[in-house]
């Protein structure tokens, strides 16, 4: 009844259509871009809205820009995510008739927020449903680097594996640690209490300012983190203040058993210091989930170092997870269309 391919073969072009007489109300439907392939659930609620008639960019790739840039022409709506960039050039592409824009993340530092204000945009994004799912692979992380999991496989599948060895791969254990959180929001809050049954000593969190009912949540007092951190997990999010403060400043500060977890935005991270710390053991371990950029290029010296576990951008990467932010974001999209609140609305 819908999806006519184009001659490009990537885009689908999505809108009720069977009844001829439709054909005219739906070209006054407001106009929605799609820029990427999302999961079904919020496909659905698009479709099933009658509300818009939307494009999408086919694929797991992203479009070229100028592709992009063309597609968002008059439209009403844009549904992007993360790796689109929402600057002035494509809001001027887009044009005036661009009053919502849509983000399938919780991570916002692709939107260019003073320009979106300016022109009164309504930005949506995808805060708490993927809450759970972030810290399940927080928590995945630092287990994989503090117990060094991916050398142990590695050992093990290489031939490394000789007889049993009293001090051959150890790491560092929860028991008793510290625990430090930078940044502490929801996400923070549910990484300490996943890591809470570990017998984590203490928690301790650093802020803009401090966030008492969060923090009496999982008893974490706010305090300085470098010193005292046996697990140092980053959880901020990426803005012109956080942009490098993980740098040589810091983890010369931090202790050499430290381990240090990256789940929010490569940004804020300088990681030649990271390098530099990792390479010489100002501290022990580091795992990282966000890089820069990303992809980050196989030659990466990051790469060469046991010590460093990297991941490919997947903490929120479950079908569950992945389909409730498509959701979301189709939900913000058609609210704020309608003019109406939207479920999570970014305050501009
Ligand atoms: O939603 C985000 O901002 C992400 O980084 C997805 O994991």
Known sequence: MWCSR?????????????????????????KVFVTRRVPPDGLDILRKSGQVQFEMWDSDDPMPRMELLKKVKGCDGILCVLTEKI?????????PNLKVVSTMSVGFDHLSLDELKKREIRVGYTPDVLTDCVAELTVALLLAT?????????????????????LWLCGHELANSTVGILGLGRIGVAIAERLKPFKVKKFIYTDVTPRPELANMIEAE?????????????CCALTPETHGICNFNLFSKMKKNAIFINTSRGGVVNQEDLYEALSTGLIAGAGLDVTTPEPL??????????????????ASA?????????????NNLLAGLRGEPMPKELKL
């Open 6 to 30: 184009t001659a490009l073969g990537r885009l689908q072009r999505i809108a009720p259509c069977t009844v001829s007489g439709f054909h005219r109300a739906m070209s006054m439907l407001p």
């Open 87 to 95: 600057d002035a050039q494509l809001l001027e592409a887009a044009g």
């Open 146 to 166: 503090s117990r060094r999991l991916i050398e142990a496989t590695h050992e093990a599948k290489t031939g490394g594996w000789g007889t049993w060895r009293t």
């Open 222 to 234: 706010y305090d300085k983190l470098a010193e005292q951190s046996d697990f140092l997990a980053v």
């Open 297 to 314: 290029p196989t030659h990466h010296p990051l790469y060469t170092l046991k010590n460093c576990v990297i991941l490919p951008h997947i």
């Open 318 to 330: 479950s079908y569950t997870t992945r389909n409730a932010m498509s959701a979301l974001a189709a």
